[in-house]
């Protein structure tokens, strides 16, 4: 699972090994309706089918059923007689879990909104004192607002 090349090892070194993996998953929303108990993963390009089967059983205690990957090509984009831009490719990784597992996305803004009105409410009026201060005085007509404070 790993590519690593670390140095044999020797009994007796008192040293601590932990052996980890060179590779990533991340956890994305998914493009189309999937099914409660699936998942959808952007994952490292070099990993397997087997490879991120193991990384989810192994390390985060996941019981995986099946395992379906593919590579996403990265869309390009043009301007018109300048240059052409593309987007690196993805792989994606479907991982159905057991049965019982169901997996919901977790809502994250759900906590917080009265935080996020109190930031609504001094965001505005910071905006309405920017918008006194830069307001045009008719008596100083052809003059940049900057100099109206």
């Known amino acids: 699972m790993s590519t690593r090349l670390y140095p044999a090892f020797k009994n007796g070194n008192s040293k601590l090994h932990v052996f980890l993996p060179d590779f990533w998953m991340k956890l994305v929303k998914p493009s189309h309706n999937l099914l409660p108990n699936q ?10 089918k087997l490879d991120v089967k193991q990384y989810l059983e192994k ?19 043009t301007v018109p007689n300048q240059y052409i831009t593309k987007e690196p490719d993805e792989k994606i990784a479907f991982v159905t879990l057991h049965k019982d597992h169901k997996f919901v996305f977790p809502d994250i803004f759900a906590k917080g909104d009265e935080e996020l009105n109190e930031q609504s409410k001094s965001t505005k009026a910071s905006k309405e004192q920017y918008a006194q201060k830069t307001k045009l005085n008719v008596s100083k007509q052809g003059v940049p607002t900057w100099f109206s404070h």
Not at 39 to 48: A, E, G, K, L, N
Request: proline fraction near 7%; aromatic fraction near 10%.
């Open 39 to 48: 998942v959808q993963f952007v994952v490292s390009p070099q990993m397997t």
């Open 59 to 77: 390390i985060y205690n996941v019981p995986v059923i099946h395992v379906n990957t593919f590579n996403k090509m990265g869309k390009t984009k």
